[in-house]
């Protein structure tokens, strides 16, 4: 396959925002693939040449990608830097720059898609000293062959600036479509995907075999699984009712989820968006080797900070001091931490995700060796409500942030948001405050203390069902002026000319921003808003929802993808619930 055919196909998806249009361009392209060139295509159209938790970057400044492109075209460094000050896009700088070259000679011969992978593979694997020179001569080699639209996605892909937007579903679609016929076998191969997380595989093993290359599938020791997720409800009643019968009820612990892969004396650990993260908690890892009685194992535990002379649970924000490159050692000591297990995904060849939660929790009971820096999570079954509101008060008298309900008979659902574990926050019961994570959508400037900074951003929820980000507040307090510092250097990076295609406003932003970053904000209710789209017909025709008072928690979620954020399905949820309890509400008398 020639990588011009890649780059028409981008340029096409790139000026649709239909999903299904967007999926039929890939099902064209994706036939036209050896199996071997299809791994490849995928990770390429998803900007990057290895599955994330690899954590394989391209490293490129943009100063090394200029001098490349000068290297190229034989275009003085001063004429490109110009042009790229007038476009702001390396990528149309280089579709420019061979547009010139074109005019002078033509092009010897053209490359494959699996040319430009490997060279940008190899790029990517450069690392230390005078590897900016070779990165530079390798990125100009690469682009001499180019046509201007090859170029110019080629160097989208380098800079971290393919703005695609395709979502991981949509490239299961595909794949389904072309390899199967059927879009609706889509779920048996995103059960691939959500034990591996990694997409180029799953796409290769479908191409090659059909459905049974997914069912070769299995677990493996140093691939992160994609998460199980929790529902939420308000109260213990609602909670018993959906599940039924007997229930598990856990201690919410307010920490860092992270998932612990063991082999032997190797230990991996990956946040809830399956980075790695393994050089945050060194500390972590001696307690893996010690504490967990198994050869090989994935595990899933909450990281908490604690008070080491009380064993005191602190709260999440002392966790952050942990996330620093240097200075491990110290934070070490000074932010100690300790692991809750709340369960066991893998064992020495035993797959336990098929298994029932009481079947898990029995299995992680013998292979934790529990101490004063280890702990299973705190559990009772019960069926009374009574008893399991009890239990949360307890929990949140400990520290914990209320409780997480499981249904005993429920496997381990890969990627999944499902009933079979519910959340049950302490918010909730304190009248209508709440939190909710938001994505950054757009921007305002701001003036007087804060002119030369974004003084507010608009905030917005995820719909799953189209794939788009639905407004829900503008927010501009509850920053430090450090954050509002912080917060306009980091979202400059994500600026872009015009609203995102997956955003839904009916509010013009001063600027608007590729939907990337997801912050925590409390408000302290929910109202119904003319203005934002986050529900918008669905309370009342003509009507969104809005946070009322909303305020930034200091809580930058750089653990969730924007994908995961809250969504507007729980935010209606959320209002009805607070419609309710005010009803319930003695009236005052006047
Ligand atoms: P939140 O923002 O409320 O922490 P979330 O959106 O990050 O939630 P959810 O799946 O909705 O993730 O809620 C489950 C989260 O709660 C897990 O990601 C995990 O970090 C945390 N947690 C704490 N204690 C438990 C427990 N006992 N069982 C499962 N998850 C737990």
Not at 91 to 100: F, H, T, W
Not at 119 to 133: E, I, P
Not at 446 to 465: N, T
Not at 494 to 508: A, N
């Amino acid at each position: 396959m020639l990588f011009k055919e890649v780059a028409e196909i981008m340029e096409q998806v790139e000026s649709t925002t239909k999903r299904l249009e967007m999926t039929s361009l890939l099902v064209e392209l994706f036939k036209k693939a050896s199996p071997a060139e299809l791994e490849k295509l995928v990770y390429l159209l998803q900007g990057k040449v290895r599955p994330d938790y690899e954590g394989l970057e391209f490293g490129v400044a943009e100063k090394l990608v200029l001098r490349s492109l000068s290297e190229f075209s034989g275009v003085d460094d001063e004429t490109v830097e110009k042009l790229y000050k007038e476009t702001g896009d390396l990528g149309s700088v280089a579709e420019m720059l061979a547009q010139r070259k074109i005019q002078k000679k033509l092009l010897s011969r053209e490359p494959t898609l699996t040319d430009v992978y490997e060279k940008l593979y190899k790029l990517a694997k450069l690392g230390g000293k005078g590897s900016v020179t070779q990165k530079t001569s390798l990125l100009s080699s690469l682009l001499i062959d180019m046509s201007p639209k090859e170029a110019k996605y080629a160097v989208r892909i380098v800079t971290g600036r393919l703005r695609l937007g395709i979502a991981d579903y949509t490239i299961l679609d595909a794949i389904a479509q072309a390899f199967t016929g059927d879009k609706s076998n889509r779920p048996v191969i995103e059960r691939a995907y959500n034990i591996s997380s990694d997409l180029g595989a799953v796409a290769r093993a479908v191409a090659e075999k059909g459905l049974n290359g997914v069912y070769d599938f299995k677990i493996t020791v140093g691939k992160p699984i994609r998460p199980m997720l929790a529902e939420r409800l308000t109260t213990v009643q609602e909670v018993l009712d959906k599940i039924g019968g007997e229930v598990a009820a856990e201690y919410k612990l307010d920490g860092e989820r992270v998932q612990i892969h063991k082999n032997n004396g190797n230990v991996l650990l990956f946040s809830r968006r399956l980075e790695n993260i393994t050089s945050h908690y060194p500390d972590a890892i001696e307690i893996v080797r010690k504490n967990v009685n198994a050869r090989e194992a994935v595990l899933e535990a909450e990281c908490v900070a604690i008070n080491p002379d009380t064993g005191e649970l602190l709260p999440f924000q002392e966790l952050m001091h942990r996330r620093r490159k240097y200075g491990i050692e110290e934070a070490m000591k000074e932010y100690p931490i300790a692991l809750f297990f709340f369960d066991l995904l893998y064992a020495d060849g035993v797959d336990y995700t098929e298994k029932t939660y009481l079947e898990r929790r029995e299995a992680l009971k013998n292979i934790i060796i529990e101490d004063e820096r280890v702990k299973i999570v705190k559990q009772i079954i019960s069926r009374d409500p009574e008893q399991i509101e009890a239990f949360m008060e307890e929990a949140i008298s400990e520290g914990c942030e209320g409780l997480v309900v499981k249904d005993l008979k429920a496997s381990y659902r890969a990627g999944a948001r499902e009933w079979s574990w519910i959340k049950l926050k302490r918010e909730y019961k304190a009248e209508v405050a709440d939190t909710f994570d938001l994505v950054i959508v757009g921007g305002f400037h701001g003036r007087g203390k804060r002119a030369g900074k974004y003084g507010a951003y608009l905030l917005a929820a995820y719909d799953p069902d189209e794939d788009v980000f639905r407004t829900f507040a503008k927010c501009g307090t509850g920053f430090t002026d450090e954050d509002l510092t912080v917060f306009t250097e980091m979202m400059n990076k994500y600026k872009i000319g015009h609203k995102h295609p997956r955003v839904d406003s009916k509010i013009e932003a001063d600027v608007w921003f590729e939907p990337r970053i997801v912050v925590e904000i409390i408000a302290s209710e929910i109202t119904l808003s003319p203005v934002h789209t986050c529900g918008l017909d669905v309370i009342r025709r003509g009507s969104g929802l809005a946070g009322r008072f909303p305020k930034y928690t200091g809580r930058l979620r750089d653990d969730k993808a924007p994908e995961q954020a809250t969504t507007v399905k729980e935010i209606v949820e959320m209002y009805r619930n607070q419609l309710k309890k005010v009803e319930e509400q003695p009236q005052e008398s006047t």
